[in-house]
C-alpha cells in the first residue's frame, strides 16, 4: 500500500483529489502538480549499468505559473493603492459638503 488511508480523507477534502491506494508516489505527485498548473519532465540516463529515472518541473510551466503570480500580486498592490487613495480622497470630499 503506497497511500496511508487514513489521510485519504484529508486529501480529498483539501484538494478534492482522489487517490486509488496502488498509485506510485510519483503519480500522486504529478497530480498534485496539476492541480498548480504545473507538470514535471523526465529523463533516464544509465548509470553505473542501471537506468535511473530523473524528474523535474517543466520549466515552461514554472515560467507560466511565475507570470499569473507575478500579475496577481500587481493586481493587489494596485488594488490596495485604489483602496488608500479613496480613503484620503473620501474625507476630503466630505469635507466640502
Known sequence: MLFDPPNT????GILNL??????S????LGQYLWQLG???????????GQ??????LNTDDVE????????RQRQREEKERNLYNLSITLPILSSFR
Open 9 to 12: 480523507s484529508h486529501v480529498k
Open 18 to 23: 482522489t487517490i486509488p491506494l496502488d498509485e
Open 25 to 28: 508516489p510519483i503519480w500522486i
Open 38 to 48: 504545473l507538470s514535471t519532465e523526465s529523463r533516464r540516463p544509465m548509470e553505473d
Open 51 to 56: 537506468r535511473v529515472r530523473y524528474y523535474r
Open 64 to 71: 507560466f505559473a511565475q507570470k499569473v503570480l507575478d500579475y
